[in-house]
Nanobody
Framework: QLQASGGGLVQAGDSLRLSCVGS????????MGWFRQAPGKEREFVAA????????YYADSVKGRFTISRDNAKKTVYLQMNSLKPEDTAVYYC????????????????WGQGTQVTVSS
């Protein structure tokens, strides 16, 4: 089970840090990802991190502004979001254990419930 938190209502240019805590299973060996879904749009890839944290991946739209990290001892993955823009408004989901390309939602076996991020202009 994955539990995402940390969303909220902020102004453009502000920062937020999302957290995703895993329970009931050892996620520390999984690649973990963050996705987001805006109203009327498909779920899109935001960032991913391998289990060792050696490799990270980002969507072009967030590169340089967002940072994904993890603390396996705390079973937690983070998404630090800086310089937020109104177009970052979406429900953000964490996911684990992809069995295919990490940027494709259907390949992930485990999903959190989502946390709303709203960025006002």
């Amino acid at each position: 089970q994955l539990q995402a938190s940390g969303g909220g209502l902020v102004q453009a240019g502000d920062s937020l840090r999302l957290s995703c805590v895993g329970s009931g299973r050892t996620f520390s060996r999984d690649t973990m990802g963050w996705f987001r879904q805006a109203p009327g749009k498909e779920r899109e890839f935001v960032a991913a991190i391998t289990w060792s944290a050696i490799s990270t991946y980002y969507a072009d739209s967030v590169k340089g502004r967002f940072t994904i990290s993890r603390d396996n001892a705390k079973k937690t993955v983070y998404l630090q979001m800086n310089s937020l823009k109104p177009e970052d408004t979406a429900v953000y989901y964490c996911a684990a254990d992809p069995r295919g390309p990490i940027g494709v939602p259907i390949h992930y076996n485990y999903w959190g419930q989502g946390t709303q991020v709203t960025v006002s202009s």
